[in-house]
């Protein structure tokens, strides 16, 4: 069993930052991944950007590639996700998720998925 746990959410503004964080705990071993995803008021949940364990490999959305990033500190069992250059867009509740194999957009592939946290971003 693996728990996750996201903070940083809050009100940004257009142009801005924030920093999510998602803590793991749990039986973490193996090759896994840590996802992030996203969802927004009647939208579908949609991926954002994953990040290999292990190898610190990391996929991303066509659309927040080049502004957010997305990295894990060993030490921390934490992940991040730094999001710059906010857009309105952004705005959705943010969830981090684990699945142990190679990496996936696809929700339906993470097993392990935490409560989420909001972000809002101002125009």
């Known amino acids: 069993q693996v728990q996750l746990g996201e903070s940083g959410g809050g009100l940004g503004q257009a142009g801005g930052s924030l920093r999510l964080s998602c803590t793991v705990s749990g039986r973490t071993f193996g090759n896994y991944v840590i996802g992030w995803f996203r969802q927004a008021p009647g939208k579908e949940r949609e991926f954002v950007a994953a990040?290999?364990?292990?190898?610190?490999?990391?996929d991303y959305a066509d659309s927040v590639k080049g502004r957010f990033t997305i990295s894990r500190d060993n030490a921390k069992n934490t992940v991040y996700l730094q999001m710059n250059s906010l857009k309105p867009e952004d705005t959705a509740v943010y969830y981090c998720?684990?699945?142990?194999?190679?990496?996936?957009?696809?929700?339906?592939?993470?097993?392990?998925w935490g409560q989420g946290t909001q972000v809002t971003v101002s125009s």
């Open positions: 998720a684990a699945r142990y194999g190679g990496r996936s957009a696809y929700t339906r592939e993470y097993k392990y």
């Open positions: 990040i290999v364990w292990s190898s610190g490999r990391a």
